[in-house]
């Protein structure tokens, strides 16, 4: 249905029978449920500060009551004593007065709780019209939601996101085809960097890892949310044993891949535990901007994660500086087949993996396109024309993510999202 997000375009039958068709993935993490959401929770603060307000109020206007009542009698004795000097002044000696004065002085505290009184009955009328307000509000929700209630809407949006993953599965790989417009998640940190989430966790997992700079590193951070990365709030603080190097690292199954810095050696690191589970070096692999992608930032080595598992894209003397692209073993780190695409590093503005198909845009700056593809099912290459909006002229990270069928991008400080198209061969049962 085209309210789920879903964009397919025209089928067609190929030669051989089988069905084709191009479909735009929803892009995850920035449903429409999300804004209302928030509306929500707003609301919801609202009501929980009102109702704080009412507490206090209450408890203060059973305070001040209890003090007038206990100078109810004082005030009825001065009041006597008023109409007794208002009927006979004579009888308003020295001692009278001063008895008087001294009546008068006890009620003097009276007065701040009456004015206090005053201010209550102002902040009364204030939450007479936060009520109405907050009533007019919830209305409006309700009815824009209809007649299903929030725990309701909650678990049919869990049910639709099953069917949005089941549906991708079913789909399988396809070739891109395009680039949505930028989604920028948030500003933070320096000019270069990363953030990502796990590209194999189920989706109810939505942590964030945040890794601002590009050498030396150790600190990244764990977001329990996506709403939280937003925030800036709820992390906690991994510190690695040994820093990064550039900005192509990736988180897989619950672990943190990346460049160990001043080395080509690649480490497993294993976020529950706080512990490095292996390290290995990529033979013959550049390391320091020996072979960095156009952007410099030690950007020698990059991982990568798509369908097929988990993969280092790098050069080597050996291949003259060219792209090499290597499936990795995510448990041992051990090379399992290397292609050389004949891409020389130094040109590429940045480079992913969708479906074992390596994309290379021609630029990390303004002006950037998906320039190059390379197919490592067939060792055979293509030059591409795919627009790439780079909203912020200067990405110096750019990962897909196949659990989210997205592409995650530190451009310039900003952390931003891409929707991908793909061009899909659904197979029907039986082929």
């Known amino acids: 249905s085209p309210d789920e997000g879903w964009q397919v375009y025209t089928s067609a039958q190929a030669p051989d029978g089988k069905c084709l068709c191009t479909a735009v993935i929803p892009v995850q993490g920035s449903c429409s449920r999300d804004l209302r959401s928030h509306q929500l929770r707003q609301l919801t603060e609202k009501v929980q500060n009102i109702s704080q307000s009412m507490e206090v109020l209450d408890l203060r206007t059973y305070r001040d009551l209890q003090y007038v009542r206990n100078t109810e009698a004082l005030m009825k004795g001065l009041d006597s004593r008023l109409k007794v000097a208002a009927e006979s002044q004579k009888s308003l000696n020295a001692k009278s007065f001063q008895e008087l004065k001294d009546k008068m002085t006890e009620l003097l505290p009276l007065l701040p709780v009456l004015d206090q009184y005053k201010a209550d009955t102002r902040l009364i009328v204030h939450l007479k019209e936060e009520v109405r307000n907050l009533s007019g509000s919830l209305l409006a929700i309700q009815e824009e939601m209809g007649a299903y209630d929030y725990e309701e809407l909650q678990q049919r949006v869990l049910v639709l996101e099953a069917r949005l993953h089941a549906c991708m599965q079913k789909l399988g790989c396809g070739k891109l085809t395009g680039v949505s417009n930028p989604i920028t998640v948030r500003a933070s940190g320096s000019r270069f960097g990363s953030w990502m989430t796990d590209t194999m966790t189920p989706s109810a997992d939505s942590r964030v890892w945040y890794m601002d700079g590009y050498y030396k590193?150790?600190?990244?951070?764990?977001?329990?949310?996506?709403?939280?990365?937003?925030?800036?709030?709820?992390f906690v603080q991994h510190l690695l044993p040994h820093p990064w190097a550039g900005t192509g690292h990736v988180v897989f199954n619950g672990s943190l891949y990346y460049n160990k810095y001043q080395s080509n050696v690649a480490v497993k690191y294993h976020f529950r535990s706080r512990s490095v589970l292996v390290q290995r070096s990529l033979a013959g692999a550049g390391y320091n901007n020996t072979f960095p992608y156009s952007w410099g930032g030690f950007s020698d080595i990059d991982f990568m994660v798509d369908e097929n598992g988990l993969w280092a894209v790098y050069t080597t003397n050996q291949n003259a500086g060219n792209i090499v692209v290597s499936r990795v073993d995510p448990q041992t780190l051990e090379v399992l087949r290397s292609w050389d695409t004949g891409y020389p590093k130094r040109s590429a503005g940045e480079s992913f993996i969708i479906c074992g198909t390596l994309y290379v845009t021609n630029s990390h700056l303004a002006g950037?396109?998906?320039?190059?593809?390379?197919?490592?099912?067939?060792?055979?290459?293509?030059?591409?024309?795919?627009?790439?909006?780079?909203q912020y002229s200067h990405i110096s990270m750019l990962d897909y993510n196949p659990r989210e069928r997205v592409l995650y991008t530190w451009n310039n400080g900003h952390q931003v999202i891409y929707n991908v198209t793909l061009f899909h061969v659904i197979k029907t049962s039986g082929e």
Not at 370 to 383: G, Q, V
């Open 217 to 234: 590193g150790r600190r990244v951070l764990e977001f329990r949310t996506l709403n939280d990365f937003v925030t800036g709030q709820n």
């Open 368 to 390: 950037a396109k998906i320039y190059f593809a390379y197919y490592t099912n067939t060792s055979s290459y293509e030059y591409t024309d795919i627009p790439f909006h780079n």
